[in-house]
């Protein structure tokens, strides 16, 4: 793993930080070297797969060594030249967006004790954490009403400078800590248990798509996906000589960093470094959302929605603040890379952007501040025509329009929305609080209930109201879309709520820490003592709760390819002579039949559970009859019927795992006029049709 590693490493370096980092500067007026390597990784995100798909698309090949070499070279030269030509964005500011809330009153310190105490009650299951929610929840609202009744009248803080409350070196070792840690909770798992595989099923489809990248340049005859990680993928393929799946074990670990960086320069931006270290290991080690996503190979995920609109919000929050065309052209930038990356993120980005444009440019117009509101929509619309853009061949946009003005079909982009939407189930409010993590969802609700009082007393000016209010609409555009069904992707909306809640939890946690601070004159001495003791007990959940993050991330995992399907896998790759395989829908209950067609490098049959084919959500673009196709051959070996099939689809094998449920694999053995058994082990036996 250590030489894969040390191969994989600098060429994702290469391609996913370096390129961006003269756009950082061009673009980015900070001054923390964290918050310009966030930007310079998402900058990267953004423009070298978006150059590499263009020159595919202009030459009709794949992505080449050639494309992706040109491709970095080109946008860190160009990000280069207009650094040199128009200079950095400026000095860094003096201080952070916004104030952090005052400190808490003692009725306020005391509700959150309870709070916190029932959490450490519960804290060795956390599924029951959802019977004290109601009660809970009430306790946090109170603690926020007494809050502000505490601090009526007295004046607002001042705002964190870069140098303060936490110095440079104190900052800079936490977060370095805290990353450690994410990386630690991200590798020791793979390391113990799947190397040379990692954990998780869609690791395969991605792959596959990759390697179509590669080849053809497209990805669509597979699945309707945005190709932004898959060209990403095959440009550190092609620099790197590594296979996609060689290069996941290695590198999808450390993808967990990405939100922990990105909810770092958020709360710095609006409230200084102390609140992004807070921020930052609420998301890396109590959050586990993201790590679900990472677990279950779902990296797209974790780039769009967990990293990149992440850092879309942040300089959005920019906007907001310096209105002017460096701040709109990066939110433009990093808001449609969202669009390129996933359909999930694109729908969280679009939802916000929405509510954001109805409610805040008539506000910003009719309060007298123009120029932030040209800002802003100038912005949006260079963000729309870029999502267009990439939209466009991914979802068929013209005939996606075209087909909801007069009522007739709308191809791939209509079929896969009218199937997700109603399809999934929310899950309980005990997944929800602890997929989430209780200490991030109360000390996020008093955030918001911090933040909306801020913004309903007027304590703050328009740039602050606009930053809280966006975060707050995101936490509750979440939540509602976890709720329901309508949503299309309930689970995924409850992963992701973490994200706005982590970052609103930090001026919460700070808020409870004023109250004992010594200085703080206006704080009695019983305030300053119930406040030790809740902060003293949030340090202890959030301990306990990491240490169960850790000790989680460090087990098996059953959804790891096992041993024999591997060598099924390798032997079919060995042996790929074009043309395509049936397989069995799964190999055993986690592994996709994918797999094989990853590591043997086909790109179909693909196969589907009957289950899934009454009701597909991931239908892929040539529709059903491929998918029966392989359902019929896999359930019956002979017959007129199954010889035209395997004719038609040129099918050179057929692996089938014997653990499936419903598929005679002993009935391919005893027609050996029809096939032959080329490979066989305890797990999987490969036939090749005569």
Not at 122 to 129: I, M
Not at 375 to 399: C, H, Q
Not at 626 to 651: C, F, I, K, M
């Amino acid at each position: 793993m250590l030489a894969e590693l040390l191969r994989a490493l600098p060429v994702a370096i290469l391609v996913g930080v370096v390129p961006g980092y003269f756009w950082a500067r061009h673009l980015s007026p900070s001054g923390d070297r964290i918050e310009v390597l966030t930007y310079s990784m998402a900058l990267s995100m953004a423009l070298v797969p978006a150059a590499a798909l263009v020159q595919a698309r202009l030459f009709g090949t794949g992505v080449t060594l050639t494309i992706a070499a040109v491709s970095v070279a080109a946008v860190f030269a160009a990000g280069l030249a207009v650094y040199v030509w128009l200079g950095p964005a400026g000095d860094a500011e003096e201080s952070a967006l916004a104030r952090p809330p005052a400190p808490l009153g003692v009725l306020g310190l005391v509700s959150l004790l309870v709070v916190f105490g029932l959490i450490l009650a519960t804290s060795l299951n956390p599924e029951t954490g959802g019977r004290y929610a109601t009660p809970a929840a009430l306790l946090v609202v109170l603690a926020g009403i007494m809050g502000q009744v505490s601090s009526r009248g007295s004046t607002l803080p001042p705002r964190e400078t870069p140098d303060g409350p936490l110095r440079p070196l104190a900052s800079g070792a936490l977060i370095s800590t805290t990353l450690v840690l994410v990386l630690v909770r991200g590798y020791v798992g793979p390391v113990r248990h799947d190397w040379p595989f990692i954990r998780g099923g869609d690791q395969y489809s991605h792959a596959v798509m990759s390697n179509l990248m590669m080849t053809d340049g497209r990805i669509d005859s597979y699945l309707v996906y945005p190709p932004g990680f898959h060209t990403m993928t095959a440009a550190v393929s092609r620099l790197s000589g590594l296979d996609p799946l060689e290069i996941f074990p290695v590198l999808a670990p450390a993808l967990l960093t990405l939100p922990v960086l990105g909810c770092y320069t958020l709360a710095t931006r609006l409230w200084g470094r102390g609140h992004g270290v807070a921020a930052a290991f609420f998301c890396g080690l109590l959050l586990v959302g993201p790590y679900e996503s990472f677990a279950e190979a779902r990296y797209p995920n974790v780039l769009s929605a967990d990293f990149l609109m992440i850092t879309a919000v942040a300089a959005l929050v920019g906007v907001y603040g310096s209105p002017g065309l460096r701040p709109g052209l990066l939110f433009a930038l990093l808001g449609s890379s969202v669009v390129f990356y996933h359909q999930v993120g694109s729908f969280y980005l679009a939802a916000l952007l929405a509510l954001a444009a109805v409610l805040f440019l008539p506000y910003l117009l009719l309060a007298g501040h123009r120029k932030r509101a040209t800002a802003l929509f100038l912005s949006l619309a260079l963000l729309g025509l870029l999502s267009v853009a990439y939209a466009w061949d991914t979802y068929d946009l013209p005939r996606l329009v075209a087909g909801l003005l007069a009522g007739s079909g709308t191809g791939a982009g209509g079929m896969a929305v009218a199937i997700a939407i109603g399809s999934q189930e929310p899950l309980s409010l005990g997944h929800l609080l602890a997929t989430t993590s209780q200490p991030v969802v109360w000390l996020g609700l008093l955030g918001i209930l911090l933040a909306a009082s801020e913004v309903l007393r007027g304590r703050v000016g328009a740039p602050q109201a606009l930053a809280y209010l966006t975060l707050i609409l995101w936490a509750l555009l979440l939540f509602v879309g976890s709720r329901t069904s309508l949503s299309g992707f309930p689970q995924r909306f409850e992963r992701d709520l973490g994200i706005p809640l982590a970052v609103l939890a930090a001026p919460a946690l700070f808020a409870i820490l004023r109250s004992t601070r010594p200085r703080e004159s206006a704080v009695s001495a019983v305030t300053k003592l119930v406040g030790t003791l809740a902060a003293a007990l949030i340090v202890v959940v959030a301990g306990v709760q990491t240490a169960q993050s850790l000790g989680d991330a460090g087990k098996g995992s059953a959804n790891v390819v096992s041993r024999e399907v591997a060598l099924a896998g390798g032997w079919l790759g060995e042996h790929n002579t074009g043309g395509n395989i049936v397989v069995t829908p799964y190999l055993h209950d986690h592994i996709p039949g994918s797999a094989m067609l990853a590591m043997g490098g086909y790109t179909g049959l693909r196969s589907y559970t009957q289950e899934r084919l009454r009701t597909p959500r991931a239908l892929p673009p040539s529709g059903r009859e491929p998918l029966l196709a392989a359902n019929w051959v896999t359930h019956h070996p002979v017959g007129e019927r199954t010889q035209s099939l395997l004719h038609r689809y040129d099918v050179r094998y057929v692996a089938l795992y014997k653990g499936y449920p419903g598929v005679p694999w002993q009935a391919f053995d005893r027609a050996s006029d029809a096939y032959e058994k080329v490979f066989e082990n305890g797990a999987v036996a490969v036939f090749a049709p005569r």
